[in-house]
């Protein structure tokens, strides 16, 4: 049974502070095996690699080659698919596709009185490499999540990596590599992957893989490691764990749609974690009996029951203010308003990884067709990580045209302050152009 | 002497190894030393950061409220300035503030036919923690570049960690401190400021330093290291190491002009970089004629001859495209464009922090007064990482809003994918809206 807690019970803050605290992952516990795989990596290339797919993977790739995902594979398994599955991975791929065009940020310039001109030139990184788990779960949709927003950067390499137990890949991900259009790809997961991806592998002719600016995408605790420890080294999108969602209601709203979108979240994953907070008590007790209901109906039902009653929660608070203050502190991945007035609520979140308005936009669409990304903050870094989006896959270059006008206006002011702080060398670099 | 290489040498790729793995900082080798002085922080709060300051400071605070510097302490300061150099710090913050205005992303919201509702909501971090240099060079400059962003985004909460030898704040920060409004600044330097800022610090009254959401600013490897290890509990803005200048010249320019721009990045620091990339070989050799003779005037001569002859270099390439190709592979921090058609060139520059253009531009201008910010990515980071920006204090969330017609049109599409991927309760959260 989901635990429901009142806000005015004695227990409540104790109980509040475990749900703000859901995300803590132990990383220095894996840290020290994560770093043996990448050195490993580092010193040895396509030789460690092999030899960390073959122990993780149970299989015994004999060259670096055999790690290869052809094109041909792609193709093969897109067209193997039927029509309604091609249909509505064709649509997903539209409307991401669509929406992240609109995050993509432009280059400017902005010219001056004096003929000084400033700006900001955003360029696409040369080369992104894309991490998607594989095995237990094996997500087309998360394939879709991360290339999108790198094909609408324009970045020219974008290299896929996945976990392959015994070698057999998921047709339905090679499938979705043929509709984003994957050159590149290899049957690597875990450590191994975000290793070869950060540092390359190639042998003495130049061939394997290459290394890459940038390194996106979902993983266990091993994968979330690793991408800490080669950042730096490449840029990365955010360090996530478990999921996650906090639906925020003020009396009003259907149990059995709460109950599914608990439910959707808590399947994911048995750390993963779902959070109602509403104003009706009655409400409350619904939901959870829904959700006592509809789990029995479950494959995934073990799973998601774990989930549900070691790390879900239904929180009743006396008003919607209440209710609003302790979402922001819980800065949720997936945030659900089912309140009345949503517009004056939405003003009010400081902190989500997406949100959802209305009873007509359970999170799953989110997931996979409304077009926004669904790789997101976790654990409350929502505080200051944002959703995946295309200018992950770009970067920023500031542009600076000083014109004569503009040095002699301004170079005495920039020499004092360079000369305040010892850099006379500064000082002398401006001056050389006023005194000639 | 700086060292002068022609692309025909023989050992010309061998020296420009070099020139890419300028940045190699050996992270590994300090990484256990912060760790310790990080985990201390983490465990003892105020009394290790005490403890930190008086070892690496030099003085003995007694209470946490010792490390504290008053608003009242930055206005006599700021009061006690000169004209000339209040006027030039004014300039600089107006210039900065204005330049940063323009980077600040908007929340957005777009309408489709179908009443669906999509887009992106922008809200500031609420607190944020700036990490400015103090010792051996306290930089106003930093303060102005790091604060101003916050500002610009709506940071509420702006707190500034400085380390302070001998308990003597440089009163030109304290100034500058005041100028920016900053309420909050604490006499902690290196990894324990960093510690102090991500983890927080208070005493059983709840007095002391709250953590942040976001750590910028330049600082030492200690620093840097301490900053990559405390990424994902808090965002930081990257990893930077020596500061380092590109020029790129095909022919025509002023010997003297490249000569100071070269030398005043040398002077920041023996690890420095100065490179510039010349057509002409005649004017490589001008430029390290005028470089000795300006070392010999320079207060900062020592450092500034040992970066300028172990890691400064003049490339004398056959042509301007071979330039640009090296230059793109440098990815440098700053560069200079000193050519003829800079409009073209610019085009074809992938990877830089700062891009300064003419004859007008040198360098500094860009350090002090131009507006852009002076953090920027080195050692090759420009590849990935850009210029700090508004955007860095600030985080995105996804809206959301389906309508009826919405998830009726889609809803089917949404639930063939999600039952493809095993998750039976996201199909069916998303079935129950349109059964109904």
Same mark, same amino acid.
């Given at each position: 049974?989901?635990?429901?807690?009142?806000?005015?019970?004695?227990?409540?803050?104790?109980?509040?502070?475990?749900?703000?605290?859901?995300?803590?992952?132990?990383?220095?516990?894996?840290?020290?095996?994560?770093?043996?795989?990448?050195?490993?990596?580092?010193? =040895?290339? %396509?030789?460690? /690699?092999?030899?960390?797919?073959?122990?993780?993977?149970?299989?015994?790739?004999?060259?670096?080659?055999?790690?290869?995902?052809?094109? &041909?594979?792609?193709?093969?398994?897109?067209?193997?698919?039927?029509?309604?599955?091609?249909?509505?991975?064709?649509?997903?791929?539209?409307? /991401?596709?669509?929406?992240?065009?609109?995050?993509?940020?432009?280059?400017?310039?902005?010219?001056?009185?004096?003929?000084?001109?400033?700006?900001?030139?955003?360029?696409?990184?040369?080369?992104?490499?894309?991490? $998607?788990?594989?095995?237990?779960?094996?997500?087309?949709?998360?394939?879709?999540?991360?290339?999108?927003?790198?094909?609408?950067?324009?970045?020219?390499?974008?290299?896929?990596?996945?976990?392959?137990?015994?070698?057999?890949?998921?047709?339905?991900?090679?499938?979705?590599?043929?509709?984003?259009? $994957?050159?590149?790809?290899?049957?690597?997961?875990?450590?191994?992957?975000?290793?070869?991806?950060?540092?390359?592998?190639?042998?003495?002719?130049?061939?394997?893989?290459?290394?890459?600016?940038?390194?996106?995408?979902?993983?266990?605790?091993?994968?979330?490691?690793?991408?800490?420890?080669?950042?730096?080294?490449?840029? /990365?999108?955010?360090?996530?764990?478990?999921?996650?969602?906090?639906?925020?209601?003020?009396?009003?709203?259907?149990?059995?749609?709460?109950?599914?979108?608990?439910?959707?979240?808590?399947?994911?994953?048995?750390?993963?974690?779902?959070?109602? /907070?509403?104003?009706?008590?009655?409400?409350?007790? %619904?939901?959870?009996?829904?959700?006592? &209901?509809?789990?029995?109906?479950?494959?995934?039902?073990?799973?998601?029951?774990?989930?549900?009653?070691?790390?879900?929660?239904?929180?009743?608070?006396?008003?919607?203010? &209440?209710?609003?203050?302790?979402?922001? =502190?819980?800065?949720?991945?997936?945030?659900?308003?089912?309140?009345?007035?949503?517009?004056?609520?939405?003003?009010?979140? %400081?902190?989500?990884?997406? $949100?959802?308005?209305? &009873?007509?936009?359970?999170?799953?669409?989110?997931?996979?067709?409304?077009?926004?990304?669904?790789?997101?903050?976790?654990?409350?870094?929502?505080?200051?990580?944002?959703?995946?989006?295309?200018?992950?896959?770009?970067?920023?270059?500031?542009?600076?045209?000083?014109?004569?006008?503009?040095?002699?206006?301004?170079?005495?002011?920039?020499?004092?302050?360079?000369?305040?702080?010892?850099?006379?060398?500064?000082?002398?670099?401006?001056?050389?152009?006023?005194?000639?």
């Amino acid at each position: 049974m989901i635990a429901l807690l009142n806000s005015k019970d004695s227990n409540f803050n104790t109980e509040f502070e475990k749900i703000l605290k859901r995300g803590a992952m132990d990383i220095e516990n894996v840290e020290g095996r994560v770093k043996e795989l990448l050195n490993a990596i580092k010193k =040895q290339g %396509q030789s460690a /690699i092999i030899a960390q797919v073959a122990q993780f993977d149970n299989w015994n790739p004999t060259n670096f080659s055999d790690l290869k995902i052809t094109q &041909e594979q792609m193709q093969k398994a897109y067209e193997a698919i039927e029509t309604p599955l091609k249909d509505s991975l064709q649509l997903a791929f539209e409307r /991401i596709y669509a929406f992240h065009s609109k995050q993509k940020p432009k280059t400017w310039l902005d010219f001056e009185e004096n003929g000084n001109i400033l700006g900001q030139k955003v360029t696409p990184m040369d080369r992104a490499g894309l991490y $998607i788990p594989g095995g237990k779960a094996a997500y087309p949709s998360s394939l879709l999540m991360n290339a999108i927003p790198a094909l609408v950067a324009g970045v020219k390499e974008i290299v896929v990596c996945t976990p392959t137990p015994h070698n057999e890949p998921n047709p339905l991900l090679l499938a979705a590599m043929h509709l984003c259009g $994957i050159k590149e790809a290899y049957k690597i997961g875990g450590a191994s992957a975000i290793g070869a991806l950060a540092f390359g592998a190639q042998d003495s002719q130049g061939k394997g893989i290459q290394k890459v600016d940038v390194i996106t995408g979902p993983g266990n605790i091993y994968v979330a490691t690793a991408k800490k420890l080669v950042f730096g080294e490449v840029q /990365i999108d955010m360090i996530a764990g478990p999921s996650e969602i906090g639906i925020l209601n003020d009396g009003d709203a259907r149990a059995d749609y709460l109950a599914w979108d608990l439910l959707s979240q808590a399947e994911h994953d048995e750390m993963a974690s779902s959070i109602l /907070i509403t104003t009706s008590e009655n409400l409350a007790k %619904q939901v959870a009996q829904k959700i006592e &209901e509809f789990l029995a109906t479950l494959p995934r039902k073990e799973i998601t029951a774990k989930s549900i009653n070691e790390r879900g929660a239904i929180l009743i608070v006396q008003n919607i203010q &209440e209710g609003i203050a302790l979402m922001n =502190q819980i800065a949720p991945e997936h945030l659900e308003l089912l309140v009345k007035n949503p517009l004056e609520i939405l003003s009010k979140i %400081q902190h989500a990884g997406a $949100i959802f308005i209305g &009873e007509n936009t359970p999170e799953p669409i989110g997931d996979y067709i409304a077009g926004p990304n669904h790789t997101l903050p976790t654990g409350g870094s929502a505080r200051f990580f944002s959703p995946l989006s295309t200018e992950h896959f770009m970067k920023k270059s500031s542009i600076i045209a000083f014109s004569k006008k503009g040095i002699t206006q301004m170079g005495q002011e920039c020499g004092i302050l360079a000369h305040t702080e010892g850099l006379d060398a500064h000082q002398n670099a401006v001056l050389a152009r006023l005194n000639s």
